[in-house]
């Protein structure tokens, strides 16, 4: 058989590169299809996560009122929505291709940095809480002592003592029970330790996150930038939450993200809502740390005995007494939800570190396997 002519054959493999080509066409738009789906599916997820935490009462499906924001219990399912939204930008990140996106790879080189600043911040939340236990622990001090009956002087000044000492901690600035400046922290969590400089401040941490925080020109990193500012977004509820040293971190470091996507629109309805509370409280207290829900309540009704205390003559007249007495259950009431709540906050806080761990370890292993540009 007669080998075909020259043109046949080049003919030929013009057909088969053609194919190849078809092929690998349809292979790279079968895997950028892919990661629209994700990246659709992973912002949806988001907008729903973050516009539920400010469903109102009558808006819920559930019959029970929602929880106040900034209250203990708000603030757990915040963190719940943050390992929520964490898992299912593992979807994203197992679609892109970082050897195509000089940019995808700049962009989770800075969420490296914002995780370890994000680490630093978990640490302060959670001294944060044990000073917010101390607090607890003074108002039951002053609960104890109002209860007895008859009500004495020895009573009411062991009381005013300790509702004097609770409401300078309350609006503390991130001083110890010594009234000294902390000069380092840690973030081990129970491993090894490392300490930061006296000069770290939560609120600049959250100010360098947020500072570089723009959205990318392609659609590669947009995933990234997403789950980016979720984190930023609660790392920055909680510094304005929790006192840590930080009284000034809603005016240093607002989120600007793009209005028309709702799961941005849904982040600063957060923001503003936070915003509300910071200004509703240096309304009502003159400024202080910490928006915790019960924080503030536990202010109100502490200064509200403190003043008792302070115009108290013995025996007391018996409509004051009776009066103040509904005070003194709702503090009781109070220190009562903290005792649970802060010690499962704290837990939760807790596994946020650890998550964040691992996060960074998948994106080094991901970088790691791109190949060099």
Same mark, same amino acid.
């Given at each position: 058989?007669?080998?075909?002519?020259?043109?046949?054959?080049?003919?030929?493999?013009?057909?088969?590169?053609?194919?190849?080509?078809?092929?690998?066409?349809?292979?790279?738009?079968?895997?950028?299809?892919?990661?629209?789906?994700?990246?659709?599916?992973?912002?949806?997820?988001?907008?729903?996560?973050?516009?539920?935490?400010?469903?109102?009462?009558?808006?819920?499906?559930?019959?029970?009122?929602?929880?106040?924001?900034?209250?203990?219990?708000?603030?757990?399912?915040?963190?719940?929505?943050?390992?929520?939204?964490?898992?299912?930008?593992?979807?994203?990140?197992?679609?892109?291709?970082?050897?195509?996106?000089?940019?995808?790879?700049?962009?989770?080189?800075?969420?490296?940095?914002?995780?370890?600043?994000?680490?630093?911040?978990?640490?302060?939340?959670?001294?944060?809480?044990?000073?917010?236990?101390?607090?607890?622990?003074?108002?039951?001090?002053?609960?104890?002592?109002?209860?007895?009956?008859?009500?004495?002087?020895?009573?009411?000044?062991?009381?005013?003592?300790?509702?004097?000492?609770?409401?300078?901690?309350?609006?503390?600035?991130?001083?110890?029970?010594?009234?000294?400046?902390?000069?380092?922290?840690?973030?081990?969590?129970?491993?090894?330790?490392?300490?930061?400089?006296?000069?770290?401040?939560?609120?600049?941490?959250?100010?360098?996150?947020?500072?570089?925080?723009?959205?990318?020109?392609?659609?590669?990193?947009?995933?990234?930038?997403?789950?980016?500012?979720?984190?930023?977004?609660?790392?920055?509820?909680?510094?304005?939450?929790?006192?840590?040293?930080?009284?000034?971190?809603?005016?240093?470091?607002?989120?600007?993200?793009?209005?028309?996507?709702?799961?941005?629109?849904?982040?600063?309805?957060?923001?503003?809502?936070?915003?509300?509370?910071?200004?509703?409280?240096?309304?009502?207290?003159?400024?202080?740390?910490?928006? &915790?829900? +019960?924080?503030? %309540?536990?202010?109100? *009704? #502490? !200064?509200?005995? =403190?003043?008792?205390?302070? @115009?108290?003559? /013995?025996?007391?007249?018996?409509?004051?007494?009776?009066?103040?007495?509904?005070?003194?259950?709702? &503090?009781? +009431?109070?220190? %009562?939800?903290?005792? *649970? #709540? !802060?010690?499962? =906050?704290?837990?939760?806080? @807790?596994?946020? /570190?650890?998550?964040?761990?691992?996060?960074?370890?998948?994106?080094?292993?991901?970088?790691?396997?791109?190949?060099?540009?």
């Amino acid at each position: 058989m007669s080998p075909p002519p020259e043109h046949q054959g080049s003919s030929f493999l013009r057909r088969i590169s053609i194919r190849r080509n078809q092929i690998v066409s349809m292979d790279a738009t079968h895997e950028h299809q892919q990661q629209l789906e994700e990246l659709d599916y992973f912002q949806k997820h988001v907008s729903d996560c973050l516009s539920e935490l400010l469903l109102s009462p009558s808006s819920a499906e559930s019959s029970q009122p929602s929880d106040p924001i900034l209250s203990i219990p708000w603030l757990k399912n915040l963190l719940d929505v943050y390992m929520s939204c964490e898992t299912e930008f593992k979807g994203v990140l197992s679609t892109v291709q970082i050897s195509k996106s000089p940019s995808l790879e700049k962009a989770l080189q800075e969420t490296l940095d914002r995780i370890l600043k994000s680490l630093d911040i978990c640490n302060a939340v959670s001294n944060g809480i044990d000073s917010v236990t101390q607090s607890r622990r003074l108002a039951e001090i002053a609960v104890t002592a109002l209860k007895k009956r008859p009500l004495c002087d020895g009573a009411v000044r062991r009381a005013k003592r300790a509702l004097t000492s609770l409401l300078a901690g309350l609006n503390a600035d991130g001083r110890d029970s010594n009234n000294r400046r902390s000069t380092s922290r840690s973030w081990s969590f129970g491993g090894s330790s490392c300490h930061v400089s006296k000069n770290w401040s939560a609120a600049k941490q959250i100010h360098a996150m947020a500072g570089n925080l723009v959205p990318p020109r392609g659609a590669e990193a947009c995933g990234v930038y997403v789950m980016s500012s979720v984190m930023v977004l609660v790392m920055w509820v909680l510094v304005a939450a929790v006192p840590c040293g930080a009284s000034n971190v809603l005016a240093a470091a607002p989120l600007q993200l793009p209005k028309h996507q709702s799961w941005a629109s849904a982040a600063l309805n957060i923001q503003e809502r936070v915003g509300e509370e910071m200004k509703g409280k240096e309304k009502r207290f003159g400024g202080g740390l910490g928006l &915790m829900e +019960e924080m503030q %309540r536990m202010e109100r *009704v #502490g !200064l509200s005995l =403190l003043e008792f205390t302070e @115009r108290f003559r /013995f025996p007391g007249e018996e409509e004051e007494v009776e009066e103040v007495a509904e005070k003194v259950e709702e &503090m009781d +009431e109070i220190c %009562r939800g903290m005792e *649970v #709540g !802060l010690e499962g =906050l704290q837990r939760q806080v @807790r596994v946020v /570190f650890h998550r964040l761990v691992r996060s960074r370890l998948e994106i080094v292993s991901v970088l790691d396997q791109a190949p060099c540009f």
